[in-house]
């Protein structure tokens, strides 16, 4: 059913298939061959295509071409019970869906973490915390004194759109890593191979305005996704967006 949507159809499988941002990926690729990671802070385009960048990173680091989901309960109070993601080298949980809970939730899913080392390679535990701005000021100190005290069992992947959410002294302990939408050529090469494997006619023009309507590459994989299922979608939208 997912094959449905274009932008799980082509969707990168791997650091080599992104070709834009070619720095920031190459600065991935050189820091998965460190056997000693740093902390990462991903930000820029939509939290949905960084947190696919760190998955596609987790892989490189691991060495393996696919990452075994499943969801893993931890009971962080009487109360409390929460799913998060994980694989065999890796934890992932979203601060959107805990920003209404209590706030110290991120602190309580990390100390679960912590508590033993990943046993895949008996070493650190790599966690990505998507919308990480979510955190209150005072949860993102504690969060500092946390990565510093747990620095052997852990190693953290911060993602943010919103860059300014994120309090300097956190910002500093990681590795920052830019993502900016493409530059038009880019944007236009990776939607018309789409374009063609599906069979869309589509002119240039129609390419300028997904590219002026989108906000990344996700929203213009959906934007021709939609033209090709109603050619004055486009139109539409920029009629009443």
């Known amino acids: 059913m997912t094959e449905l949507f274009f932008w799980n159809k082509y969707k990168p499988k791997t650091l080599d298939e992104i070709h834009h941002n070619g720095r920031s990926i190459l600065l991935l690729k050189q820091m998965s061959k460190s056997t ?48 998060i993601q994980s694989s065999e080298y890796h934890y992932e949980f979203d601060m959107n869906y805990y ?28 966690i990505i915390i998507q919308n990480a701005n979510l955190m209150t000021y005072n949860v993102q100190a504690a969060f ?44 236009r090469s990776i939607l ?21 309507l989108s906000t990344g590459i996700i929203d213009g994989i959906n934007l021709l996704q939609l033209y090709s299922l109603n050619k004055d979608a486009i139109e539409y939208k920029k009629k009443y967006s």
């Open 36 to 83: 000693n990671m740093s902390h990462l802070y991903i930000t820029g385009m939509t939290t949905t295509y960084t947190a696919l960048v760190a998955n596609l990173f987790v892989k490189c680091i691991s060495g393996v071409e696919n990452l075994k989901l499943k969801k893993v309960k931890f009971v962080l109070s009487p109360s409390i019970t929460v799913d």
């Open 144 to 187: 500092r004194r946390l990565m510093e005290k747990n620095i052997s069992s852990c190693r953290f992947i911060l993602i943010s759109k919103n860059g300014n959410g994120i309090m300097e002294a956190l910002r500093s302990r990681c590795v920052s890593i830019y993502f900016i939408k493409p530059q038009f050529s880019t944007y």
């Open 99 to 126: 920003k209404y809970m209590r706030r110290d939730i991120p602190l309580l899913i990390i100390n679960n973490i912590v508590r033993h080392k990943n046993i895949s390679n008996n070493s650190y535990n790599i």
């Open 192 to 212: 018309d191979k789409i374009s063609v494997n599906e069979g869309i006619d589509i002119d240039e023009r129609v390419y300028e305005d997904i590219y002026e």
